[in-house]
């Protein structure tokens, strides 16, 4: 049987229902497999982040105290170096900065290597390959999770009101979340053009915590200069940190601005669609070895 | 039976063809050095930049394969065997022909999807979830996929403890336990024991007789022959001979020795 049929034959491909193999779907079809596939992401994320732990003695407890010694130490550094610029609050400003910068770097440089990492799974299983970036993020998430628990512990401790308008931290964070979502499709599907990137980007991590506002406050130091402030009202991450703040800590400083939450949203919301068209049009790109 | 004639008459349930290769080329474009960063980025643009050289892996080839059919590849290292089956897969593009198929073929790859920290039993769920099951689905095929891996006394230790055999098992007890229209094997059972080469074997026949197709690669042809009712050998990229595994396994034999 099937001797014959190494004949070049003109394939009946229309006949029998072929479909080129490989073919990227159209995007709505494209998401709906992705959401099928949420159980798979989801048991990435968990199970990563339980592999990780196994590696060293203190296992889960890692997650949350390598921020606490980063916070700890960028504290006594610029508490004392910056003496004079100490906003108010600094501890509780610190950390707010320090927890929420790390739950947006990790996502940013983990998902941008998810799927350079995951070459070998990426070339022997066929599932839509956003679910890679997806379940870097959401390991990122679960880990957060824990330090926000401590951030809230922490403001508590030093005498903030709780009040219910703590819960306006959910929108914030799911808002974050998206965000970080649509970065990490973005330099997920860029790594893959240019692997040079990866090593760019600790450096621009850098920068971003530099300028972002970690550990000093934009508004009191460009307080004369109408030029950067204006500047630092439309980056992202200054956006969602503020917000933080605000919703979290009492004081002149950290009043709401309710702008930032629509321009949070939007930048969200372009971010999140940014991502997916920009990673979705590449999908029979990755993996391939050319 | 299957001449090319057979597409106008109506299909036989059994005996669709299902995955239609029509002359396929695959070329590598390999970087000579591999510190030429720069010249990697640009690679798409620069036809034959400096540095680079061109593997022609597949030169031209074309066969049908129908439904009940397991198909096994032969051939020597380097022949392209690999190439083919992920250019079946859709991995690996190709340079000129195209690849239909009716449903997305599957690489029995499951294992890259696994993590060695982890226990057997969370990588049989990780896996499965990999291929497409739900989490009830895998759940309740647990005891199965751990009984015909015959692992059942060390399913709960992290998988870097496994010998390799065991590892392979593992593998192929959880790509199995899915339902695959279209199957590929590339060596996954080279490091089983015979009592396990011997189960898996007849797991593969039994996916074949429940309308799957598969393909077997393989160096043994011990396991071409009990498997595989037709077989492929390529050579250096071409396909030199496709018929009933008994022909073209003794030609090949005869040219080996
Ligand atoms: N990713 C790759 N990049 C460049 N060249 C490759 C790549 N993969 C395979 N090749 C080349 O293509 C040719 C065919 O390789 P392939 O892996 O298909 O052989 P094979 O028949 O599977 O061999 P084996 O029996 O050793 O598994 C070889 O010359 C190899 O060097
Ligand atoms: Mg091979």
Sequence with gaps: MGQDSRLPVAPPADRVELTRVGARPPLATYLRDVWRR?????????????????????????????????????????????????????????????????????????????ITANTALVQSLSFPRMTLPLAVVLQRFLQFVPMLAIMLVVVGAFGHTISWTWLLLVPLVLLLLGFNTGLALVTARLTVHVRDLTNLLPFLTRITFYTAGIFYSIEERFADEPVVLRIADAVPIHEFLSLARAILLDGPLY???????????????????????????????????D | MAAPTEAITPAPASGQPVVVVDDVHVEYRVLATGRAAGAEARGGLLQRGRGTRTVH?????????????????????????STLMRAVVGLTPTSRGSIHATARPS???????????????????????????????????????????????????????????????????????????????????????????????????????????????????????DTCSRTLWLDRGRLVMDGPTDEVVDAYEARGS
């Design chain 1, 38 to 114: 949420r159980e798979f992401a989801f048991a990435l994320a968990r199970y990563r982040i339980e592999a990780e732990n196994r590696q060293n003695r203190l296992g889960l407890a890692w997650v949350v105290l390598k921020p606490l010694l980063n916070a700890g130490l960028y504290g006594s550094i610029f508490g004392i170096l910056l003496a004079s610029g100490r906003p108010d609050h600094f501890v509780e400003f610190l950390i707010i900065g320090v927890f929420v910068f790390e739950f947006f770097a990790t996502s940013f440089t983990s998902g941008a290597k998810s």
């Design chain 1, 255 to 289: 009043e709401i601005r309710p702008e930032y939450w629509l321009y949070a949203t939007a930048w969200t919301v372009g971010m999140l669609v940014v991502g997916s068209v920009f990673f979705w049009a590449a999908e029979e790109r990755y993996g391939r070895t």
């Design chain 2, 57 to 81: 892996a597949l030169r031209g080839v074309s066969f049908v394969a129908h439904a009940n059919e397991s198909i096994g590849v032969i051939g020597s290292n380097g022949s392209g065997k």
């Design chain 2, 107 to 225: 690489l029995l790859g499951v294992g890259a999807a696994l993590v060695k920290e982890l226990s057997g039993s969370r990588n049989i769920v990780l896996g499965g979830l990999a291929m497409g099951f739900t989490r009830a689905e895998i759940e309740a095929k647990h005891d199965e996929i751990v009984a015909f891996a015959g692992l059942e006394e060390f399913i709960d230790l992290p998988m870097r403890t496994y010998s390799s055999g065991m590892t392979a098992r593992l593998k192929f007890a959880i790509a199995t336990a899915r339902k695959h229209d279209i199957l590929i094997v590339d060596e996954a059972l080279a490091v089983g024991d015979k009592t396990f080469r011997r189960r898996s074997e007849d797991r593969i026949r039994e996916i074949r007789d429940d309308a799957g197709t598969i393909f077997l690669v393989s160096h043994s042809m011990t396991s071409i022959r």
